[in-house]
T-cell receptor, first 110, second 114 residues
Framework: QQQVKQSPQSLIVQKGGISIINCAYE??????FPWYQQFPGKGPALLIA?????SEKKEGRFTISFNKSAKQFSLHIMDSQPGDSATYFC?????????FGAGTRLTVKP | DTAVSQTPKYLVTQMGNDKSIKCEQN?????MYWYKQDSKKFLKIMFS???????INETVPNRFSPKSPDKAHLNLHINSLELGDSAVYFC?????????????FGDGTRLSIL
């Protein structure tokens, strides 16, 4: 039973465009929502994270939007670049017990 | 300077064998984890250790046994390997603190069962 649902499964965006990945969760005990970026042959690397007491967090070109009442959160990548091409995972965690979404393979075309 | 290092990077072995994967972190973290990533890239937590004490033990066959000799090391031993064990296994670590802390991952061990 997947506790975090992620969509889309794959995404193709033109260079300079906006990439949007969505996630939803059921367990209201989750209190930490990170996004990880994974390149082929590498481990997931933390990109940005949010806690449920804020509705938005921005770091450079990456923004998390969080809707606590809807139990949804999303990652926006502005001005997407070919170097952003990777698999992105959302996750939700409680007491360091982290559950991942199924991943989104992002391809940014030059 | 590798923060979380796993050995070996690749492991190819026959069904029925026993194998171990080693993990070491030099970040001074108290908590370490093992994750399994299947062929569809789905990441699932297997175990979590906090200062050598087992904290999370997901529904994993008892052929899998984690061992933590000290808080900087968490090894994974697998007995009687099966075809379904083929996957990439990731070790991760985090600082113990109030609430959740960022987890840092190694680059994985790709296990292939023939």
């Amino acid at each position: 039973q997947q506790q975090v649902k992620q969509s889309p499964q794959s995404l193709i965006v033109q260079k300079g465009g906006i990439s949007i990945i969505n996630c939803a969760y059921e367990n209201t005990a989750f209190d930490y929502f990170p996004w990880y970026q994974q390149f082929p042959g590498k481990g997931p690397a933390l990109l940005i994270a949010i806690r449920p007491d804020v509705s938005e967090k921005k770091e450079g070109r990456f923004t998390i939007s969080f809707n606590k009442s809807a139990k949804q959160f999303s990652l926006h990548i502005m001005d997407s670049q070919p170097g952003d091409s990777a698999t992105y995972f959302c996750a939700a965690s409680f007491n360091n017990d982290m559950r991942f979404g199924a991943g989104t393979r992002l391809t940014v075309k030059p | 300077d590798t923060a979380v290092s796993q050995t070996p990077k690749y492991l190819v072995t026959q069904m029925g064998n026993d194998k171990s994967i080693k993990c070491e972190q030099n970040l001074g973290h108290d908590t370490m984890y093992w994750y399994k990533q299947d062929s569809k890239k789905f990441l699932k937590i297997m175990f979590s250790y906090n200062n050598k004490e087992l904290i999370i033990n997901e529904t994993v066959p008892n052929r899998f046994s984690p061992k933590s000799p000290d808080k900087a090391h968490l090894n994974l031993h697998i007995n009687s390997l099966e075809l379904g064990d083929s996957a990439v296994y990731f070790c991760a670590s985090s600082q113990r603190g109030h609430g959740n802390q960022p987890q840092h991952f190694g680059d994985g061990t790709r296990l292939s069962i023939l």
